[in-house]
Structure formats: structure tokens, C-alpha cells
């Protein structure tokens, strides 16, 4: 299994740019595919990115252009870099690891992205 802590969320004017990092703790990290996904109240949690053992990467619409997820291997550690950000995007981001072939999911905290002038 792993465990995620995810840090670099916090208030950022429209059109900023902030980036998330999610520090894995395992010794398997490249037998999991990594992903981000987004929740605010009332709403249902998005699959915003992922980003493949082998390096593939997927993008929702809503996010596509303007997010970058990358992954170092070597340092355990998956990135969301959040350019043009908008009031939109306000939301707590949630770094997810799945098993590339059971599908078990682990889950970090949670770090809020607050965007507004």
C-alpha cells in the first residue's frame, strides 16, 4: 500500500497559477497510477487528471489546456501544476494512487484551492 500527503493548495487570484504536489510513501510507486480529483460542497468529486505508470496522462475537459500532471518516479512525488486558474477551480484537491491492475484506490487529504480577487 502507500500513503499521500498532498501540499501547495491555498488562495490564488483568477488567472494565477499554483502547484500541487502529492509526496507517496511505498515501495511500489511506479505500479500505481496517479490522479488528482477535485470536490466542492454539493458537488460530485471529478477526475481531473492521471497520469500512467508509463507515463500516459488524461485530462478532463474542464481542466484540459490549462493543468499539467507529471510524476518522479525517483522521488515518489506526483505534480499538478494549475495554470489560468479560475473561480471554478475552487475546490479540495485529492491526489489518488491506483493499483494498475486491482484497481484499489489510496487516497491523501485533501489540500483547498481557493480561487478569487
Known amino acids: 500500500q502507500v500513503q499521500l500527503v498532498e501540499s501547495g493548495g491555498g488562495l490564488v487570484q483568477p488567472g494565477g497559477s499554483l502547484r500541487l504536489s502529492c509526496a507517496a510513501s511505498?515501495?511500489?510507486?511506479?505500479?500505481?497510477?496517479m490522479q488528482w480529483y477535485r470536490q466542492d460542497p454539493g458537488k460530485q468529486r471529478e477526475l481531473i487528471a492521471s497520469?500512467?505508470?508509463?507515463?500516459?496522462?488524461k485530462y478532463a475537459n474542464s481542466v484540459k489546456g490549462r493543468f499539467t500532471v507529471s510524476r518522479d518516479n525517483a522521488k515518489n512525488t506526483v505534480y499538478l501544476q494549475m495554470n489560468s486558474l479560475k473561480p471554478e477551480d475552487t475546490a479540495v484537491y485529492y491526489c489518488?494512487?491506483?493499483?494498475?491492475?486491482?484497481?484499489?484506490?489510496?487516497w491523501g487529504q485533501g489540500t483547498q484551492v481557493t480561487v478569487s480577487s
Open positions: 489518488n494512487a491506483k493499483n494498475v491492475w486491482s484497481g484499489l484506490l489510496y
Open positions: 497520469i500512467s505508470n508509463g507515463g500516459s496522462t
Open positions: 511505498g515501495n511500489m510507486f511506479s505500479s500505481y497510477v
